[in-house]
């Protein structure tokens, strides 16, 4: 089970909340969540030869990326609900499975269209690891020890994406657009043995029956509730503004402020960086201080940092000087999008993985939509910070209705944070 227990039985989740998480396991779970959001973007650089060898247009393999999202943002809502019907371990192994088989098939793929069918596949099912890591946490743990195990996850979710374009140009030159999408094989697969080695049932059979029993909309009640709605939509928020700067950051970085690509690389692994090392120092924050708290001082940070940025844009200082507010615009969501995360889930009710489901679904459905939107506004750095000011704001909104839920005295689960 997920606890340092050595029994393989099914452990019920009301004796194993607040038994903690054994160092393997949270490590375990981490890898299993970042495996898709990791094979979302590595081969991004080697998009140009994909599009040659393929006989494709760029639009081409660029819909090998929009089918990929589309199907992990899918995913999510068939594998949360599904492991709460028939348990966490058996559709988490099942997905990873065929996830490996899938991006065996996009490594080899003959042609754009099957890699772009293998693609979608292959988001579908790495979505599995996403939305049931979250849930077997919830299981295992509640309060500030899901919070803390739920930043530590999430740094390594919000990292991957960040970070696999950068793995991807070091490689792309010795291992090729192939070599790339086997790396992904290959993690998939060490995931997936990982997983069936260190993890276990977290989810009683005695809950599996119940969640079986429930109608649709029984099963719907507790992500309907006020609370969860709330830290959920801000959740989605606090990571639209992270890719609106992602989506945003080449343009901003090399052809308004002059860098190259080798500086370009560092500035983004720099901001990456950030955001991991406080996203590691909230898990640890959180054994002293409430989450609420900690999730306030992120918001804060992040809007002064973004309303700072945009007062820069608009007085037209030299755009190097954005480095800086850029840098506090990107690391406070550290203290945000893991708290947030487990705030949300801790308000789910009993079905942990429709709750799940759903965060994931609206996360990457957010995600997926703000880069047009920082598009269609424009192309310089006050198109970003004025879409970063506006998703920073209504990020601040939502969580503030969700607390104020809370505070009036609302029925339901409540988190001690």
């Known amino acids: ?41 590595l081969y991004l650089p080697a998009f140009p030869n994909m599009a040659s060898d393929l006989s494709t247009s760029a639009a081409g393999v660029q819909l090998s990326l929009t089918t990929f999202l ?34 065996l098939v996009v490594t080899f793929a003959p ?42 996850m999430m740094a390594v979710v919000s990292v991957a994406p960040i970070l696999a374009p950068i793995a991807g140009s070091v490689l792309v030159g010795a291992v090729g657009w192939r070599g790339l999408l086997g790396v992904v094989t290959v993690l998939g697969v060490l995931v997936l043995v990982a997983a069936a080695f260190v993890l276990q049932e977290t989810r009683g059979a005695d809950e599996r029956a119940d969640g079986r029993g429930r109608s649709g909309r029984n099963a719907l009640e507790g992500v309907l509730r006020r609370e969860y709605l709330g830290y959920t939509v801000a959740n989605a928020l606090a990571f639209a503004s992270m890719m609106a700067y992602v989506s945003a950051s080449p343009f901003i970085y090399q052809e308004l402020m002059g860098m190259s690509g080798g500086a370009y690389a560092v500035a983004f692994a720099l901001n990456a960086l950030g955001l991991s090392i406080v ?3 909230s898990s640890r924050l959180t054994r002293r201080f409430s989450t609420t708290g900690l999730v306030g001082l992120g918001m804060t940070i992040q809007l002064v940092a973004v309303v700072i940025m945009l007062g820069m844009s608009l007085a037209g200082t030299p755009p190097i000087s954005l480095v800086v507010p850029l840098f506090f615009a990107v690391a406070p969501l550290g203290l945000v999008l893991g708290n947030v995360s487990a705030m949300a889930m801790e308000q789910g009710g009993s079905n942990m993985g429709s709750a799940s489901a759903f965060l994931g679904f609206l996360q990457f459905g957010a995600g997926g939509l703000i880069a047009p939107v920082v598009g269609m506004t424009g192309s310089g750095s006050t198109a970003l910070a004025g879409t970063m000011l506006a998703t920073s704001a209504l990020t601040v909104v939502a969580f503030l209705v969700a607390k104020s839920s809370r505070n009036s005295g609302s029925t339901g689960p409540r988190n001690p944070g």
Request: glycine share 12%; no cysteine; net charge positive.
């Open 1 to 41: 089970m997920v606890s340092q227990s050595r029994t393989r039985e099914p452990v019920q989740v009301g004796t194993a909340r607040g038994a903690g998480l054994s160092t393997a396991v949270l490590i375990t779970l981490g890898a299993v969540s970042a495996v898709a959001p990791f094979a979302t973007d």
């Open 279 to 281: 996203s590691l120092i």
């Open 111 to 152: 042609t754009i269209e099957v890699l772009v069918a293998a693609r979608l596949v292959q988001g579908l099912t790495g979505s599995a690891g996403m939305v049931i890591s979250r849930a077997m946490i919830s299981d295992a743990s509640s309060g500030r020890q899901a919070a803390q195990a739920m930043t530590y």
């Open 70 to 103: 589309i199907g992990a943002g899918v995913g999510q809502l068939v594998f949360g609900p599904l492991s709460d019907r028939l348990g966490r371990r058996g559709p988490l192994l099942v997905g990873l499975a065929i996830f490996v088989a899938a991006s």
